[in-house]
Nanobody
Framework: QVQLVESGGGLVQAGGSLRLSCVASGISSIYTMAWYRQAPGKQRELVAR???????IYADSAKGRFTISRDNAKNTVYLQMNSLKPEDTAIYYCNCIYGDIPIYSWGQGTQVTVSS
């Protein structure tokens, strides 16, 4: 049974940092994993993705500030977020993706709030 559990969110001032974690139980490490976010009143958007071999792609909004990584032995994906901005405020989710399509049901996400 696949389970996605995100953690690590919180309240931080602009310019601060957070490290999000996602434990992906029941998912093979061969799949590409991704972090998404959904701000109030907006559609969920892809923030970053990482292949099984470590190749990464970032949304323009995340480039230079966010770093996605994974530990296949722990079935865990991370998102290091630096230089946070108020516009980064959102619920952050992870998922396994095929192409651009998330495969599994969403977890509960983790709330990130950046104050100005």
């Amino acid at each position: 049974q696949v389970q996605l559990v995100e953690s690590g969110g919180g309240l931080v001032q602009a310019g601060g940092s957070l490290r999000l974690s996602c434990v992906a139980s029941g998912i093979s490490s061969i799949y590409t994993m991704a972090w998404y976010r959904q701000a109030p009143g907006k559609q969920r958007e892809l923030v970053a993705r990482i292949t099984s071999s470590g190749g990464t792609i970032y949304a323009d909004s995340a480039k230079g500030r966010f770093t996605i990584s994974r530990d296949n032995a722990k079935n865990t994906v991370y998102l290091q977020m630096n230089s946070l901005k108020p516009e980064d405020t959102a619920i952050y989710y992870c998922n396994c993706i095929y192409g651009d399509i998330p495969i599994y049901s969403w977890g509960q996400g983790t709330q990130v709030t950046v104050s100005s």
